[in-house]
């Protein structure tokens, strides 16, 4: 089983980064679309999406919104965050096959174990894909927890 561990408010620093990383495939878009009901055909279709401006599939916006909320949870500040807000500006379309990678960077420090993350999304090519800033509430202690196997899925 793989541990994670935690940066608690105490070691956190104004500048420390981190990076998550994910590929978006197929199943990521179908298994986004059964939990979120979001079943917009240009994410599905396509057929319909070659008629849009993007000319083919892209993936949904809050896909890239769920990936800044794995880095949070996982890389920085980690296991024991609590997110209060997030900002997201989408600056182009993410396409089913692009490898997006987070990349967090603390921007300051504020009262009562909160703190102020840059939250910004690059494709492979280092395009942009999304700009954003999330105030989370960072751990108050050093923590190491053992990851939980998730269940077999199925789209059904």
Known sequence: ??????????????????????????????????????????????????????????????????????????????????YLGQTMKFTRPVKLGDTLTVRLEILEKLPKNRVRIATRVFNQNDEQVVDGEAEVLAPRRDETVELKELPPITIG
């Open 1 to 82: 089983m793989s541990t994670l561990s935690n940066t608690p408010y105490s070691a956190l620093e104004v500048g420390q980064t981190a990076s998550f990383e994910k590929s978006v495939e197929e199943r990521d878009i179908q298994l986004f679309a059964a939990m979120s009901g979001d079943r917009n055909p240009v994410h599905l279709d396509a057929e319909f999406a070659a008629g849009t401006p993007f000319k083919e599939r892209i993936a949904h916006g809050m896909f890239s919104g769920a990936l800044i909320s794995a880095a949070v949870a996982c890389t920085l500040p980690g296991p024991g965050t609590i």
